[in-house]
């Protein structure tokens, strides 16, 4: 199973969480957002053309969570190098069996407008 992290700035539409999701070269089983972006209308509206199921998980779920890749800016707000990657990796993990490990086999892409970013995470069942 593949599992998308995403993450992206209030300012980002539909058409960008789109193509943030086409640089990584894999379609998602399941896609993992923070709570609170969940609810926008922008993240309403892509979950619906997507068609896949949605993770959510909140801030203090990817507190801590080690990423390959580390925004200074992010590490000091959440606590961990990568919302996406985190994100990836939580939900994997949380969603299949507990001796299944999860892996990122695709570390953190950044939008070239710097709006949005995804990684995907893979467990094997």
């Known amino acids: 199973m593949k599992i998308a992290g995403l993450g992206f700035r209030r300012t980002a539409t539909p058409a960008d969480l789109r193509a943030v999701l086409s640089l990584v070269g894999h379609v998602p089983d399941q896609i993992a957002v923070l709570r609170r972006k969940g609810q926008t209308p922008t993240f309403q509206q892509f979950a619906a053309d997507f068609g896949?199921?949605?993770?959510?998980?909140?801030?203090?779920?990817?507190?801590?969570?080690?990423?390959?890749?580390?925004?200074p800016r992010i590490k000091a707000r959440f606590g961990t190098g990568s919302v996406a990657e985190a994100l990836a990796l939580v939900a994997a993990r949380r969603h299949t069996?507990?001796?299944?490990?999860?892996?990122?086999?695709?570390?953190?892409?950044?939008?070239?407008?710097?709006?949005?970013?995804?990684?995907?995470?893979?467990?094997?069942?």
Do not use: Q
Request: net charge negative; hydrophobic share 35%; with cysteine.
């Open 52 to 71: 896949r199921p949605v993770i959510l998980l909140d801030d203090a779920d990817i507190t801590g969570e080690h990423t390959e890749t580390c925004s």
């Open 97 to 125: 069996k507990p001796e299944t490990p999860a892996r990122l086999i695709c570390p953190r892409y950044v939008s070239s407008d710097g709006l949005a970013t995804v990684a995907i995470a893979e467990t094997t069942t």
